[in-house]
């Protein structure tokens, strides 16, 4: 079996390492990630989202942040800030900093990013084939009003820096609209026989993904089954700031809402983002009134548990994600 994920952020992450742990031998995973969190810190590429599913599924990520080098020091950060150098609002670790000094060489010597990528996977064997969703440089931007006035931010500072506390106004793929898929993307799109996204951010991980020319007409265009699972739980997202960002968007805070931001596959005008692209919706059971709501749509919809407590609760749920796409498909 051909699974293709769209992935990121830390939910995406940990979604994979139990997708890893349901599949069957000989099954391949590739995973599409999402590069609009990026940012040049202390002249250097950091990729926050490709970094996290490395280390995630490489069994090198700090288990308790979900982010971040597992055994961390902090001598470089430390002896940036004595030469007055920030931002000190953003943590980058010694063993970190490596794999960012590697990836910058590699592109300044005019390798790809998903060449970088692929190289940095030889290190961490993760399992999947990891690409980036573009070569391009996209960065996912916030637009907020405070004391300085109306202005737009860069999503890091915006959820690293401000905490996510100011509304957001708007949310901005800047170079998204000009940004091409990377190579094999739109190929692992057309010869998947599941697409899956996972509970990772709508807006600014699976959207900022689908904001790329061609990648939302590859998934609708797809033969494969799409099948989602709700990041929402309750009303709430799981972790992070969904609520903050699907305000932005226009969309309540609800697993049926967010189904409906999708939209059910082939279906037109679904909220001007084109066409839809859901088959399938897993909601967690604390939301089992939404089913009726969101099959009303044309949405085949299941509700089960969502909270990803350890690696085998979490390949539940990617069974089950398969289980619905098998059934959408027969």
């Known amino acids: 079996m051909r699974i293709v994920a769209l992935a990121g952020g830390i939910g995406g992450a940990r979604f994979l390492r139990g997708l890893k742990a349901a599949v069957a031998p000989g099954d391949e995973i590739t995973v599409i990630g999402n ?35 597992a055994d961390e020091t902090w001598s470089i950060k430390a002896e940036m800030k004595e030469y007055g150098i920030g931002p000190e609002w953003f943590g980058l670790g010694d063993r970190d900093f490596a794999t960012h000094l590697v990836r910058s060489q590699m592109l300044t010597a005019d390798y790809s990013l998903s060449q970088v990528t692929e190289a940095l996977c030889v290190r961490w064997k993760p399992g999947v084939r990891l690409l980036p969703m573009s070569d391009d440089r996209v960065e996912t931007h916030v637009k907020i009003t405070d004391e300085a006035g109306t202005r737009a931010v860069h999503f890091q500072e915006y959820w690293v820096k401000l905490h996510a506390a100011l509304d957001a106004e708007a949310i901005i793929p ?13 190929d692992a799109i057309a010869s998947a026989d599941v697409i899956l996204f996972p509970p990772s ?22 033969d494969a089954p799409v099948i989602g699972l709700s990041p929402i739980i309750g009303g709430a997202p799981v972790r992070g700031m969904a609520d903050k960002v699907l ?31 859901l088959d399938g919706w897993l909601v967690d059971t604390a939301d089992a009134d939404a089913v009726a709501d969101v099959e009303a749509d044309g949405i ?12 085998e609760a979490t390949a539940a749920m990617a069974r089950a994600a398969l289980e619905l796409a098998e059934q959408v498909r027969r």
């Not at 800047?174 to 739109?186: E, I, M, N, Q």
């Not at 082939?266 to 983002?273: E, Q, S, V, W």
């Not at 085949?300 to 690696?311: F, G, K, Q, S």
Request: glycine share 16%; with cysteine; aromatic share 4%.
């Open 35 to 69: 590069t609009g969190d990026d940012i040049h810190l202390y002249g250097l590429k950091v990729c926050p989202d490709l970094d996290t599913v490395m280390y995630t599924l490489g069994g090198g990520i700090h288990e308790e942040q979900g982010w971040g080098r």
């Open 300 to 311: 085949t919809c299941r509700a089960i548990p969502l909270l990803m407590t350890d690696v």
């Open 201 to 222: 951010n709508p807006v600014v991980s699976i959207g900022t993904i689908l904001a790329v020319p061609g990648i939302r007409e590859a998934v609708a265009a797809a």
């Open 247 to 277: 305000a932005a968007v226009g969309v309540e805070t609800t697993a049926a809402a967010v189904a409906r931001h999708y939209g059910r596959k082939g279906a037109p005008g679904d909220g001007g983002r084109g066409v839809g692209l």
């Open 174 to 186: 800047v170079g998204a609209d000009t940004a091409k898929p990377a190579p094999g993307v739109l």
